[in-house]
Nanobody
Framework: QVQLVESGGGLVQAGGSLRLSCAASGSIFSINVMGWYRQAPGKQRELVATITSGGSLRYVDSVKGRFTISRDNAKKTVYLQMNRLKPEDTAVYYC????????????WGQGTQVTVSS
């Protein structure tokens, strides 16, 4: 069974920084995509950033230049460095790992709250 455990959320003032971490455990196919999604109150969950096992990156436009996603394949851990945070970044952030091997495998963490005060 795959488990994802996030850490690093919290309360920060606008302009500040936070670093989220997500450690995966269990059997994970070596070719996969790890990523961060977020859900603000009253809104749908949206993609923030993803990184493939080969290092390809993808960001939502609103975080480009401010957030950086990275991963440590040996530790099965993905990180999200968030700089110049804005109040609109306030949301619950979820870690995800996905791969396809005959079928789709999709796992989520429990979420970590990020609150940015103005």
């Amino acid at each position: 069974q795959v488990q994802l455990v996030e850490s690093g959320g919290g309360l920060v003032q606008a302009g500040g920084s936070l670093r989220l971490s997500c450690a995966a455990s269990g059997s994970i196919f070596s070719i996969n995509v790890m990523g961060w999604y977020r859900q603000a109150p009253g809104k749908q969950r949206e993609l923030v950033a993803t990184i493939t096992s080969g290092g390809s990156l993808r960001y939502v436009d609103s975080v480009k230049g401010r957030f950086t996603i990275s991963r440590d394949n040996a530790k099965k851990t993905v990180y999200l460095q968030m700089n110049r945070l804005k109040p609109e970044d306030t949301a619950v952030y979820y870690c995800n790992v996905h791969w396809r091997m005959y079928k789709d495998y999709d796992y989520w963490g429990q979420g970590t709250q990020v609150t940015v005060s103005s």
